[in-house]
């Protein structure tokens, strides 16, 4: 699998996962699971209620036409501006997400890049002792209310518990709540850094709002 593939399955990957995890973003594991049933895919409503979320079907947190269309040709540089202008995160984590897509980009083994230099011991370890637990526990590890930081780790050791495929890793992930957006987008775009753009169902792909300005504004 050549670079390319993983650069264009990061963008997309995230995408996808931040319109996955939008309507049920900030909303406790409980919640998700009441009144969602889980997340299963694109959604602009609660399944049980039919109370509206004030979204639309594919839905993204922020227009991205825009920002491909000001990415430069350079992969690297890209995911920098990417990840600055759609991730939206304080600087000390852009910085840290950034390096991580950039490792991953040129050597995709995701064991050994998180146990080298990207975290301190005890963010690696607190990581790192999320494998063991159960996925209710997981949410309470990483506190249900997260943080910036606890989303972001929670993320990664989602991935480090399953990252064989792309649809079962994202939607558990969001389906555990609490920055469904932000987790979900961590999730999708490191899975596409893994694997690849094919890795991604064509039906998220096409499923995102305005999917063919989308892939037309990437492809150009």
Do not use: C
Request: cysteine-free; charged content about 20%; proline content about 5%.
């Amino acid at each position: 699998m050549n670079s390319a593939s993983r650069y264009r399955g990061f963008l997309l990957g995230s995408l996808v996962g931040d319109a996955l995890g939008l309507p049920a973003n900030g909303r406790p594991h409980h919640i998700v699971r009441m009144y969602f049933k889980g997340i299963k895919g694109y959604t602009d409503e609660y399944y049980t209620t039919a109370s509206p979320t004030g979204l639309r079907a594919g839905q993204t947190s922020i227009d991205p036409r825009p920002i491909l269309k000001s990415l430069p040709e350079n992969p690297s540089l890209a995911i920098d501006l990417w990840i600055h202008n759609f991730f939206q995160l304080s600087e000390t984590w852009q910085k840290t997400l950034t390096k991580l897509s950039h490792e991953l980009l040129e050597k995709p083994t995701l064991e050994q890049t998180l146990l080298g230099k990207l975290f301190d011991e005890k963010a690696k370890q607190k990581i790192l002792d999320g494998l063991d637990l159960f996925p209710t526990d997981l949410v309470s590890h990483f506190d249900g209310a997260m943080t910036e930081p606890d989303a972001i780790q929670f993320a990664l050791s989602m991935l480090l518990r399953n990252h064989d495929d792309f649809e079962t890793t994202v939607l558990s992930t969001i389906n555990m709540g609490g920055l469904s957006r932000l987790t979900g987008a961590i999730a999708g775009g490191m899975m596409g850094l893994l694997h690849g753009e094919k890795s991604i169902p064509e039906s998220l792909i096409l499923g995102l709002e305005r999917s063919e300005e989308i892939l037309s504004a990437l492809n150009s």
